[in-house]
């Protein structure tokens, strides 16, 4: 059974850093699609994608502008997969998800199959 559970995430400063895990359970990223996405908290928004791959590596950015600012990588393994959010803002407040699917495809929820259940990241100005 594939499952991901995300941790690390918390409150920080205006221009500070935190790094967000993503625990692989019953596969490896090695051949699975990754994507983080965010939820801000205001009724009606919907998922923003962060950082997403495809199954064979490829790297892309969703709508959220994080460029620059937001890295992906992963342990030697590959069972573990990070989110590296660097000079973060107000606007990145949001609950962060982890999500993986076997194919991936686009930096879209509707893409992914398999979900965490989400850590915050509250960032005070």
């Known amino acids: 059974e594939v499952d991901v559970v995300e941790s690390g995430g918390g409150s920080v400063q205006a221009g500070g850093s935190l790094r967000l895990s993503c625990a692989a359970s019953?596969?490896?990223?090695?051949?699975?699609?990754i994507g983080w996405f965010r939820k801000p908290q205001a009724p009606g928004t919907e998922f923003e994608g962060v950082l997403c791959t495809n199954n064979d590596g490829t790297l892309y950015y969703g709508d959220s502008v994080v460029k620059g600012r937001f890295t992906l990588s992963f342990d030697s393994a590959k069972t573990t997969a990070y989110l590296q959010m660097n000079r973060l803002e107000p606007e990145d407040t949001a609950v962060y998800y982890c999500?993986?699917?076997?194919?991936?495809?686009?930096?879209?929820?509707?893409?992914?199959?398999?979900w965490g259940q989400g850590t915050q990241v509250t960032v005070s100005s």
């Open positions: 999500a993986v699917d076997d194919l991936g495809g686009a930096c879209w929820a509707s893409y992914f199959e398999d």
């Open positions: 019953g596969f490896s990223f090695d051949n699975y699609a």
